[in-house]
């Protein structure tokens, strides 16, 4: 398999705004979040009492517990769980799902197909665009997180931090490698938003019901956030090396699956 460079800069420059939007939306958010942090902490006993009154299914089902703002680190990873891993992912599953099959939506793809390359260089090209999309949100990110935990906290764990990134990665890798390949067997002219955003947000809640409810943990094994962990539990966060290998590992065979599949579909415009 090959890449072509003017393909891969033309294809970049396509989603540039997108991606400008998507990470302003993402980073503002960051900071947003780190921002509020001071306040909370401040508030101390208060927010401990609080903590406490509420439903232990609550607690557990979005990883909450009287420590969890104690720290910048756990009130952060609270709000990265929830709201951050989930936005970047739809950004980068909704781009994933449409990165091919927009040939064909917008007419162009007999054209595409008449320039002097394979159909493997085409798609190829365009996987590899999507990684970089998704490598410059997700650092970007990454690097105002780091700024902001300087600014607004002190103290930080940067072992957690560290962990919850790693995890989140993947499981944006993930979920973006699912969207490559539900949509190289659907039609163009769907509008995949709904599926993307059903996909991942079903995800997150079959693991928060999952943690509410021992009679449904069982739920939790098909969603992909059971398997990594994005919330310290009893002051513990580890990388789960294990969970990250074949989590990327199958991401890598429904790329290889999406890739294979658009090789031998129709395309027609």
Same mark, same amino acid.
């Given at each position: ?16 705004? #997108? ?20 306040s909370f902490s401040q508030m101390g006993d208060q927010m401990t009492e609080l903590m406490s009154s509420l439903p232990e ?39 994933g799902a449409t990165i091919v099959g927009k040939e064909e939506r917008d007419g162009t793809a007999e054209f595409l197909l ?35 935990? #300087? ?17 989140? !990665?993947?499981?944006?890798?993930? !979920? ?5 390949? !539900?949509?190289? !067997?659907?039609?163009?002219?769907? #509008? ?54 074949v989590l990327m590992i199958l991401s890598l065979i429904m790329l290889k699956a999406g890739h294979a599949r658009y090789l ?6």
């Amino acid at each position: 398999m090959s890449m072509n460079r003017t393909l891969y800069f033309k294809e970049l420059k396509r989603n540039r705004k #997108n991606t400008l939007i998507w990470t302003s939306i993402v980073v503002a958010f960051t900071f947003l979040i780190l921002s509020i942090y001071p306040s909370f902490s401040q508030m101390g006993d208060q927010m401990t009492e609080l903590m406490s009154s509420l439903p232990e299914e609550y607690a557990r089902a979005l990883g909450m517990d009287e420590g969890t703002w104690s720290s910048i680190i756990g009130f952060y990873s609270t709000y990265y769980g929830i709201y951050i891993t989930l936005l970047m992912g739809i950004f980068t599953a909704s781009t994933g799902a449409t990165i091919v099959g927009k040939e064909e939506r917008d007419g162009t793809a007999e054209f595409l197909l008449t320039r002097p390359m394979t159909r493997s260089t085409i798609v190829t090209t365009k996987f590899l665009a999507l990684g970089t999309l998704l490598a410059v949100v997700y650092s970007t990110q990454t690097f105002f997180a780091v700024l902001g935990m #300087n600014v607004f906290g002190d103290d930080v764990l940067w072992r957690h931090f560290v962990t919850m990134h790693v995890h989140g !990665f993947v499981l944006v890798s993930f !979920f973006t490698a699912a969207a490559v390949l !539900f949509s190289s !067997f659907l039609s163009p002219k769907l #509008n995949y938003m709904g599926p993307v955003v059903g996909m991942i947000f079903g995800s997150f809640f079959l693991d928060a019901i999952a943690k509410a409810t021992e009679q449904v943990s069982w739920l939790g094994y098909i969603s992909p956030y059971h398997y990594l962990q994005l919330q310290a539990e009893s002051g513990s966060l580890e990388v789960n090396w294990g969970s990250c290998i074949v989590l990327m590992i199958l991401s890598l065979i429904m790329l290889k699956a999406g890739h294979a599949r658009y090789l031998k579909r129709d395309i027609v415009g």
